[in-house]
Nanobody
Framework: QVQLVESGGGLVQAGGSLRLSCTTS????????LAWYRQAPGKQRDLVAV???????NYTDSVKGRFTISRDNAANTVYLQMNALKPEDTAVYYC???????WGQGTQVTVSS
């Protein structure tokens, strides 16, 4: 059974930082790509960052230079380090096995101005 469990969301002031974690089970972690998505109220779910099995990364333009996706294969965990947060980063953040139907439950990130 494939499971993804996110943690690390919360309330932070603009300019602050948060680190999201997503721990997986039921998969061979080292061979999968992983992604973080976010969904703001009333909007579609958008891709934020991707990391391949070999560690290559890609980001949506709005977070480049502020967010960093990384992975720890020994811990079956993918991270999203978010710095210089802005109110427009407020959303529910979801972990995904890239290009698969497997999603985490989501974690709320709220950035106050």
């Amino acid at each position: 059974q494939v499971q993804l469990v996110e943690s690390g969301g919360g309330l932070v002031q603009a300019g602050g930082s948060l680190r999201l974690s997503c721990t997986t089970s039921g998969v061979i972690f080292r061979i999968i790509g992983l992604a973080w998505y976010r969904q703001a109220p009333g909007k579609q779910r958008d891709l934020v960052a991707v990391i391949t099995d070999s560690g290559r990364t890609n980001y949506t333009d709005s977070v480049k230079g502020r967010f960093t996706i990384s992975r720890d294969n020994a811990a079956n965990t993918v991270y999203l380090q978010m710095n210089a947060l802005k109110p427009e980063d407020t959303a529910v953040y979801y972990c995904n096995i890239h290009r698969s139907p497997y999603w985490g439950q989501g974690t709320q990130v709220t950035v106050s101005s």
